[in-house]
């Protein structure tokens, strides 16, 4: 049972617009959360995170939005540019879970010029 | 650069066979991890390490076993790889804000 999960596999946004990458999640433990990003023949990198007692964080294009009565966050990148073309995962920590991360499935973010 | 190193990058092997996979850091990170990648799964935990010799099974830990002897270095090992174990494997590391910093994969085929 996946406990994070990112429904979309694939998203192809406009060069210009938003991009929006949703993960919902079913464990009421988790209290924070991360995104990473991958290109492809590399491993994932760092993007944004955000902690459970927020429910937004910003960093520059990038803004993480959490919903806790949902279990939903999502990140939008705005304006979107061909370079932010990867895969974007979602990822979150269990309070008290020795510091483990439990990622979802992904989303292949294409961005057409 | 992460400081994170994985050997090999790539790797074809045959069922049966031991196959042993290393992860070299050089930032001191005192957690690290062993994910595998797989079409549809995303990244599943197979072990983990908070320390020297301190280890522990992540989701996926059967069939793989671990060893951290060094903070630097975190191997991985199929002690007699399967089919099932093909799989794009990554190594990651923090030092304790959960901002894993991940390799750049081991390729592994299992014939």
């Known amino acids: 049972d996946q406990q994070v999960k990112q429904n979309s596999p694939s998203l192809s946004v406009q060069e210009g617009r938003i991009s929006i990458l949703n993960c919902d999640y079913t464990n009421s433990m988790f209290d924070y959360f991360l995104w990473y990003k991958k290109y492809p023949a590399e491993g994932p990198t760092f993007l944004i995170s955000i902690s459970s007692i927020k429910d937004k964080n910003e960093d520059g294009r990038f803004t993480v939005f959490l919903n806790k009565s949902a279990k939903h966050l999502s990140l939008h990148i705005v304006p979107s540019q061909p370079g932010d073309s990867a895969v974007y995962f979602c990822a979150a920590r269990a309070s008290g879970s020795a510091r483990q991360l439990t990622f979802g499935s992904g989303t292949q973010l294409t961005v057409l010029p | 650069d992460a400081g994170i190193t994985q050997s090999p990058r790539h790797k074809v092997t045959e069922t049966g066979t031991p196959v042993t996979l290393r992860c070299h850091q050089t930032?001191?990170?005192?957690?690290m991890y062993w994910y595998r990648q797989d079409p549809g799964h995303g990244l599943r935990l197979i072990h983990y390490s908070y320390g020297v010799k301190d280890t522990d099974k992540g989701e996926v830990s059967d069939g793989y076993s671990v060893s951290r002897s060094k903070t630097e270095d975190f191997l991985l090992t199929l002690e007699s790889a399967t089919s099932s174990q093909t799989s794009v494997y990554f190594c990651a590391a923090h030092s304790g804000n959960e901002k894993l910093f991940f390799g750049s994969g081991t390729q592994l085929s299992v014939l």
């Open positions: 930032e001191n990170h005192r957690y």
